[in-house]
């Protein structure tokens, strides 16, 4: 059994009511609990509340693999009865689990709070990437259109021309760069088709996007950045539109991973559901961060005849350009926030490979959406970008430190010597 927290367009179109339901993996619905309408962070802390079986207030880690099945004789539903009954499979207590491979309680509590966030029924997987080849093994497309994006969903799949029963697939904002797309627009293109809309929104978590609300089918996350946050987790998430067709998906997708064993670990569901208490604030304090290293960086670089030596000067003498995930469109997208990831490019390889060496704040890593600011030369790990090319993950620092971190860097290399 699951449980899964779906939420609903009610009279009002701002908001949202929160129905708690008993859905067998193969069944739909068939009780709803009605709650009153609660906020990102009240939902991050108490959607998972109905599975509370112990007192613990921190939810405990369990590392069963195999569960007892119930001791009333009456809830022991055999398994081709649940699989053509969804009433019958409903009988069994939304806590009980079988065997880890088909659920256990950890990472059901983990996606019982991602489906609430999200706005559809969610599914863990061991990685982000495993996640996409579930997806992609479920829809079959002949062709996939794929742009700029993570090399690691372009390691996935091939692009080619689109038609009906194909895939777009569609990072916003997009790795490395930041920058944002028009989600509503590619709905637009692949409907038109008659192909799938799947929106990659890693880079911008529950609070900063809502794919849904724009026309995506289906929505990625690589659960690694910031629904773990703390750079310690391992995970990729499928959220289903809550219709008939995504609950069918759903279900499939359930099979699938129940035979391909795809599922997400004890512990990194644990930390996960940990992570997640946090994923707002910390969010929304990435996002305020980087709005406003970019529009320090922006400022210095639009400065005019800057005095030598002068943090204008020093920016303007090693930086090229910045890439973020900005504009006046994006605002409606977008209403809480940008994306905290942007990059910078040098003005020469040099100086890219020089600059994390010079900072004390960022730490030269690859990854992202962690609580510590991260800076990757990304040419280390992605063979596809502008060598001089720097993506930055902010975290939660005090921002006017890794302003200071980064003056102290630009000034460093200003006076650098050439080769």
């Known amino acids: 059994m699951s449980i899964i927290i779906t939420i609903i367009p009610s009279i009002t179109p701002l908001h949202y009511i929160t129905f708690i339901s008993m859905v067998s993996p193969f069944g739909l619905p068939r009780t709803t609990i009605t709650m009153a ?12 509340d109905v599975l509370n079986i112990v007192s613990d207030v921190a939810p405990p880690l369990h590392v069963a693999t195999t569960f007892r099945y119930p001791s009333d004789p009456n809830l022991l539903v055999p398994a081709a009865d649940a699989d053509a009954d969804a009433d019958a499979a409903a009988t069994t207590s939304p806590t009980s689990h ?35 080849h579930a997806l992609l093994t479920l829809l079959n497309p002949r062709s996939i259109s794929i742009g700029e994006g993570y090399h690691g969903c372009h390691g996935s799949c091939a692009p080619e021309d ?5 895939v777009i697939l569609l990072e916003t904002p997009v790795n490395p760069k930041g920058t944002a797309f028009d989600i509503e627009y590619f709905a637009g293109k692949a409907h038109a088709r008659g192909a799938v809309l799947v929106v990659d929104g890693t880079f911008a978590p529950p609070g900063l996007q809502e794919p ?82 970019v529009e320090w960086l922006d400022s210095a670089l639009r400065a005019e005849g800057p005095v030598a ?37 040098m003005r020469t390889e040099r100086l890219a490979r020089f600059l994390p060496g010079k ?42 430190d890794l302003r200071a971190d980064l003056e102290g860097a630009f000034a460093e290399l200003a006076v650098m010597p050439e080769e």
């Open 37 to 48: 309408h609660p906020g990102t962070s009240t939902r991050s802390l108490h959607a998972d």
């Open 98 to 132: 079988i065997y880890s491979r088909m659920s256990a309680p950890t990472p059901t509590r983990y996606e019982t709070i991602l489906s609430s966030l999200l706005h559809g029924h969610a599914l863990s997987y061991s990685s982000g990437l495993s996640a996409l």
């Open 212 to 293: 849904f609300a724009f026309g995506a089918d289906v929505v990625l996350h690589l659960g690694t950045k910031y629904f773990g946050g703390h750079s310690d987790l391992l995970s990729g998430v499928l959220v289903c539109r809550d219709d008939d067709v995504g609950r069918g998906w759903y279900r499939q997708l359930f099979e699938d991973r129940v035979f391909l064993g795809s599922v997400m670990g004890n512990m990194e569901a644990w930390l996960g559901v940990r992570s997640l208490r946090t994923l707002e604030v910390r969010v929304q304090r990435q996002s305020g961060n980087a709005a406003r290293l």
């Open 359 to 400: 900072l004390h704040f960022f730490q030269h890593a690859t990854s992202l959406g962690g609580v510590e600011s991260l800076i990757e030369w990304r040419t280390l790990s992605d063979r596809m970008v502008d060598r001089r090319l720097l993506r930055i993950s902010v975290g939660l620092e005090n921002w006017e």
């Open 162 to 166: 689109l038609g009906p029963g194909d």
């Open 309 to 345: 030596g002068s943090v204008e000067a020093n920016v303007q003498a090693v930086l090229e350009e910045y890439s973020a995930g900005w504009g006046e469109w994006l605002r409606r997208q977008m209403p809480n926030g940008f994306g905290p990831v942007f990059a910078i490019t």
